[in-house]
């Protein structure tokens, strides 16, 4: 009996231990920080003022969008930040970006987002991501090191504001259009990513995938969290209002970009059968299969003009086996299976949209295609 008793203390202590970690977003909710691994959501004009349905859902922080460009301001954000503070969580905030390359519109646009950021009571010592995308009012096609400038003339004018600039934008402009050790060496630990594995519902995010960035405070790992609608985000790092110059994004120099991946090496998926190179970017003659998995080493590696993940020594793969592609849908796109089928069941993607792509075009029949998931697959013409 004894020795039974024992057993079904252990079982209670491990279940009540299981869901006090199932519930831990909403037993730490608060207006002023939000521990690793937490909640968040993204809201703007296209949300309702209201953020209970989120708090109820798990949340601890919301970013509200308050600005776009120097004409624009959210005009749900005041309401939207004061329910986040009513729900007790950490209400922060973002502008989207029109400045392109310009250091002198990102100035003024800076100076608008500050302006914004208090009219709608954003706290002093919160944070104020910089969105920065390709968008019709924003172009991404400048130089990296004009695009660099301008971003980080942003970012210092936010600094100076006694807000902590964050940046955000995919994974693919921030590897390709920006430099990143330019931003995370004056900003440290400042970036909030996007990268979706997959499109539809995601209630929680597949660690397996993360985007191998140093300096990533936040990823924003689904556009529908739990069904909401809604832009789906985890803390990586711990945040927190910070009225001093020492915050996680500050400039400090003790403070470094720190890797997030949950582990020194990172499990990851093949997408697409990956050739293996070595580090002067020779192709090996060895190659990983489609599907299998693999430990990815540190972040991402530049060789030539081609982005790869070390997976041993002396041994890397492609990055767009891994993580994709990211494409924009030029038409609505149905959704094929490996024998060129449609694939009833998904939902048709909407021209406008992002989706990743693993690997190079391929031949399916007489039509091509490029793969998005595992069996599936869009016709090559609906994606630039």
Known sequence: MKFKHLKLLALISTLTAAVSMSFAGLAQASTTSASSRSYGVDVSSYQPTSTTKYSKAGAQFVIVKVSEGTS????????QVASAKANKLLPMAYHFANFGSSSSRAKSEADYAIASAKAVSLPAGSYLACDWETSSGNSTSGSRSANTSAIIAFMKKVKAAGYQPLL???SYLLNNAINMSAVTSTYPNSLWVAYYTSSGRID???????PSMNGVIIWQFTENWKGLNVDGNISVLPLSISSSSSSS????PSKTPASQAPVSKTKKKIMSKSYVYTSAGKKTGAYKSAYTYVYVIGGIVKIGSNNYYKIGTNQYIKINNVDGTARKLVHNAWTYNSKGKRVKSVATLKKGKQVFTY???RKIGKKTYYRINVGRYIKAGNVK
């Open 72 to 79: 624009y301001r959210n005009p749900n954000a005041k309401a």
């Open 168 to 170: 955000y934008s995919g």
């Open 204 to 210: 929680a995010p597949d660690f397996s995938y993360f």
């Open 249 to 252: 994004s500050s400039s400090s």
């Open 359 to 361: 690997g190079g075009k």
